[in-house]
């Protein structure tokens, strides 16, 4: 009901008196007096009878602003989660796959990768004073003649692309794991550098797409086998660390022989890069 300020005046206009009966005795009565208001007090009332009547509850004001920003919050959480899951299937399967059969089942992962791609690959001709120019044509050189990667601890086996160019590197990750051009090749000493994806977009065609998903399971010790024409190289896994994009110094020449295996990560990101380092051990024919 809603008092305005004449009906405060009427109700206040005349000192009125009432019976409050005194429970100590029946039968007697304490009579109590009202004063009338003065302008002021009026006034006051006023206000505060009108603060009343405009200020919300605290409960509305929660289920009008907080309520529905945490359910957007929740609701985008949600989404965001399965859109990242969806782009990401290939690297996190390869994880999930990992933890299957290595710590639940206490087995080695079956191989998923095989090197008998036919990936096509180009060698690269020096040329020397006796050549005027390079032939036009370069023989195609299979992946069953011996140019993979192999990594038993994690069931990997995949072609290398050597020699390919920064710009080049995205288009040929989609063949197996590239070789950064300008650096080391085995048998020559120096710095290999070796990049794979460890997660892409489901939607590229590669069966690479999660090659290096496993690096970082690699630790100190394990045998890293690089085949290259006629002669296997075998690395032994000496640093595994994380570093940022800016952190270049990872492709620095070496006065040793080092393989260089780099990827994206965590997977799904490119927030860092994951660098697992290994030294030569021996060679074969």
């Known amino acids: 009901m809603k008092i305005d300020e004449d009906d405060l005046k009427k109700l206040f206009e005349k000192e009125d008196t009432f019976e409050k009966p005194?429970?100590?005795?029946?039968?007697?009565?304490?009579?109590?007096?009202?004063?009338?208001?003065?302008?002021?007090?009026?006034?006051?009332?006023?206000?505060?009878?009108?603060?009343?009547?405009?200020?919300?509850?605290?409960?509305?004001?929660l289920v009008n602003y907080i309520d529905p920003i945490l359910r957007f919050l929740a609701f985008a959480g949600i989404s965001g989660f399965i859109i990242f899951t969806l782009i990401?299937?290939?690297?996190?399967?390869?994880?999930?796959?990992?933890?299957?059969?290595?710590?639940?089942?206490?087995?080695?992962?079956?191989?998923?990768?095989?090197?008998?791609?036919?990936?096509?690959?180009?060698?690269?001709?020096t040329p020397t004073p006796d050549v005027v120019k390079p032939p036009s044509y370069f023989p195609e050189v299979k992946n069953e003649e011996g140019n993979y990667i192999k990594i038993d601890r994690i069931a990997l086996n995949a072609p290398i692309i050597w020699d390919v160019g920064e710009n080049d590197?995205?288009?040929?990750?989609?063949?197996?794991?590239?070789?950064?051009?300008?650096?080391?090749?085995?048998?020559?000493?120096?710095?290999?550098?070796?990049?794979?994806?460890?997660s892409n977009y489901f939607w590229i065609n590669s069966q690479y797409n999660s090659v290096f998903a496993l690096l970082d399971k690699l630790e100190k010790g394990d045998r890293i086998e690089i085949k290259k024409g006629g002669t296997s190289y075998y690395y032994d896994v000496s640093d595994k660390k994380a570093v940022k994009p800016e952190e270049v110094d990872v492709l620095k020449n070496t006065n040793k022989e080092l393989l260089t295996l780099m990827t994206c990560w965590p997977i799904g990101t490119s927030l860092e890069r994951l660098i697992v380092q290994s030294e030569l051990v021996y060679t074969s024919n």
Do not use: C
């Open 88 to 125: 990401n299937f290939p690297g996190l399967s390869t994880q999930f796959r990992w933890l299957y059969f290595t710590e639940y089942l206490g087995r080695e992962m079956p191989k998923k990768i095989s090197s008998n791609t036919g990936a096509k690959v180009t060698p690269i001709v």
């Open 22 to 61: 005194d429970t100590r005795w029946e039968g007697f009565s304490e009579p109590v007096k009202i004063s009338r208001f003065r302008g002021d007090e009026l006034k006051q009332v006023r206000r505060k009878i009108k603060k009343i009547i405009h200020k919300k509850p605290k409960n509305e004001l």
């Open 169 to 198: 590197i995205l288009d040929q990750l989609k063949n197996g794991v590239v070789h950064y051009a300008g650096t080391s090749h085995p048998g020559e000493g120096g710095n290999i550098f070796i990049v794979g994806h460890s």
